[in-house]
């Protein structure tokens, strides 16, 4: 167990709060139309497709590199499972956003990745595919619908969840290798949160 107080962060670390939360039962939804010129589907990106994808939603702003640590061949058997369907908003043929669930637990869905490129924050998207995200889960006879973020998150993602109808039930510390110091993403990414 942590003492309370302050704790030294390694050089080349990160620490982030994480908080868990979870959906025991189908929350209400208002049912809004997608916003415009934008078509939510479900896709088979090849590697190189999901790999661009994940990138410009997350790696940049927010330092999403747990796919980036995969091996090829181990990415792609996360592609393959049926059981983690991946879904997207498509804008002018290009997909804009990222929605993966993780159905491998017997009546679990994990919101494995939520996000959106910024061409789509502040447009009604992300409600959008959070109603999306929700219908898909419960639809398919879950009993629980879960997720984690990070303080390295968006600002505003707790909140949203929260809005969303998902209830806190842990908060952990975690300290992992900064992916700059590593070469997952470039030096340059997520500026508001220095490098040591």
């Not at 939360?21 to 010129?37: F, G, N």
């Not at 980036?68 to 058997?77: I, T, V």
């Not at 639809?139 to 998902?166: K, N």
């Amino acid at each position: 167990m942590l003492e309370h107080g302050a704790h030294d962060i390694p050089a080349g670390k990160l620490a982030v709060v994480v908080t868990y939360l979870e959906m025991k039962s189908r929350a209400a939804t208002k049912d809004i139309a997608a916003p415009q010129d934008l078509t939510f589907r479900k896709i088979t990106p090849t590697l190189a497709e999901y790999q661009d994808l994940f990138q410009r939603v997350g790696a940049h702003d927010w330092l999403w590199y747990g796919r980036l640590r995969l091996s090829d061949a181990d990415l792609q058997a996360l592609l393959d499972d049926p059981k983690r369907p991946i879904y997207t908003l498509t804008k002018d043929g290009r997909d804009e956003a990222l929605l993966e669930l993780n159905f491998t637990v017997k009546d679990n869905c994990e919101l494995a990745y939520f996000g959106l490129t910024p061409d789509l924050i502040g447009a009604g998207a992300g409600r959008y595919l959070m109603n999306q995200a929700i219908a898909t889960a419960w639809d398919a006879g879950v009993a629980r619908f879960h997720l984690h973020t990070c303080t390295h998150d968006s600002p505003q993602a707790l909140e949203f969840y929260l809005r969303s109808g998902f209830v806190p039930y842990k908060r952990q510390v975690d300290i992992d290798d900064d992916p700059r110091v590593l070469g997952l993403l470039p030096r340059d990414a997520a500026p508001r949160i220095a490098i040591l």
